[in-house]
Each structure stands twice: as structure tokens, then as C-alpha cells.
């Protein structure tokens, strides 16, 4: 069974940091598109950061700098790290594969992030 | 950036009405656009991806059509359990941008 479980988020100051974690099951990380989705209280949602099977990355121009997309090979898990970290970044983060040219077809339950001093 | 602008933002139907939610891109994106509900503090579930095709196991009332720049999701005799935000999002390039949703609601 496909499945993806986000951990890592929590209550964090204002330029602080947080690393968020997306373990994966059913398939394999090193060889699948992972997209990272957020949505803030109320709001709607917001593609984050993605990247290929072959490693490359493509950001948000909201997060670029700030955020790294990367992966573990070894534990089949999928990261975020999130650095200087500013109060719009408060939301829930969805951690999804990407299926080829099919969208986002399995999500996990996401992890909030709350960015508040 | 190519802009994805749904239409309405929000809509009551009844029971058993054809609900059509419309999103349009500021450039066109060929048939790279995906459609995904998103029930109250729920997960966003895939529906339709590539414009009109439908993800496994969703119920044959969704349908999805357009390509280029103007693309439409239509339920077919809307259900109690449709109650959901609707999103569109395209996939042709960086970024891979998100409509600001469309809220479906039971009159």
C-alpha cells in the first residue's frame, strides 16, 4: 500500500528553523517526483517545492533560499528544511508523490507549522 | 508566472444539479492541468489529471475537458458527499500553480 507520513512540524520563532520529514511506503523516494503542497489557516493551496526523480529541484520563488527539498535514499523518506522562517509560513504541510504526468496521487495528512513568537 | 483564475470562488446546487467549475490559465498549458477536491479538514484527493482524465477510483459523475487555456470540471448530479473546495493546478512548468479553489455547497 502506497502511503506517505509527514512528522516535524510544531510551534517555531520567527527565523528560526525546522526540518520537516515525509516517510514513504509502497514505493520508492529515489525514483519518484515528491511535491510539497502548504496551506495556510482558511486558505487555499500552494505548491511549495518539487523535485525529480533525478534529483533536481524547483521551488516556490516564496521559499527560494530558504527552503531545501532533498531525500534519503536509504530511509525512503522525502525532507523540507526550512530556514529563516517568517509568520506567512504558518500553515499544514502535505508531503505527495507526484505520478508521472498524473498529479499528485497519494498525500499524507500533513504536519502544521505554526511560525509565531 | 502564468496565473490560474477559477470561477465562482464559491456555489450552492441541489442535490442532483450539474455543477460546472471553470479555471483558466493566462498562457496556454497545453492539457497540463489536474483537478483536486478537498473535503472539509480533509486531504486533497487527485480527481482528473492531464485535463480530462479521470483518477482511478473516482466516481464517474466528475468529468474534466478543455486544453490550451480554459478547462472545466463538471459534476454530474451533485451529492451530499461533492461538498468540498475544488482546485485546479497546473503542471506544464515551474511554478506549478494552484487555483484559489472553488467551495461547493448544498443548497
Redesign the interface.
Known amino acids: 500500500e502506497v502511503q506517505v507520513v509527514e512528522t516535524g512540524g510544531g510551534l517555531i520563532q520567527p527565523g528560526g528553523s525546522l526540518r520537516l520529514s515525509c516517510a514513504a511506503s509502497g514505493f520508492t523516494v529515489s525514483n519518484s517526483y515528491m511535491i510539497w503542497v502548504r496551506q495556510a489557516p482558511g486558505k487555499g493551496l500552494e505548491w511549495v517545492s518539487f523535485i525529480y526523480g533525478n534529483g533536481n529541484t524547483y521551488y516556490a520563488d516564496s521559499v527560494k533560499g530558504r527552503f531545501t527539498i532533498s531525500r534519503d535514499n536509504s530511509r525512503n523518506t522525502l525532507y523540507l528544511q526550512m530556514n529563516s522562517l517568517r509568520a506567512e509560513d504558518t500553515a499544514v504541510y502535505y508531503c505527495a508523490r507526484w505520478y508521472l504526468n498524473r498529479g499528485a496521487d497519494y498525500w499524507g495528512q500533513g504536519t502544521l507549522v505554526i511560525v509565531s513568537s | 508566472?502564468i496565473q490560474m483564475t477559477q470561477s465562482p470562488s464559491s456555489l450552492s446546487a441541489s442535490v442532483g444539479d450539474r455543477v460546472t467549475i471553470t479555471c483558466r490559465a493566462s498562457q496556454d498549458i497545453s492539457n497540463?492541468l489536474?483537478w483536486?477536491q478537498?473535503k472539509p479538514g480533509k486531504?486533497?484527493?487527485?480527481l482528473i489529471?492531464?485535463a480530462s482524465?479521470l483518477?482511478s477510483g473516482v466516481p464517474s459523475r466528475f468529468s474534466g475537458s478543455g486544453s490550451g487555456t480554459d478547462f472545466t470540471l463538471t459534476i454530474n448530479s451533485l451529492q451530499p458527499e461533492d461538498v468540498a473546495?475544488y482546485?485546479c493546478?497546473k503542471?506544464n512548468s515551474?511554478?506549478?500553480?494552484?487555483?484559489?479553489?472553488t467551495k461547493v455547497e448544498i443548497k
Open positions: 508566472d497540463y489536474a483536486y478537498q486531504v486533497p484527493e487527485l489529471y492531464t482524465t483518477q473546495t482546485y493546478q503542471y515551474v511554478p506549478w500553480t494552484f487555483g484559489q479553489g
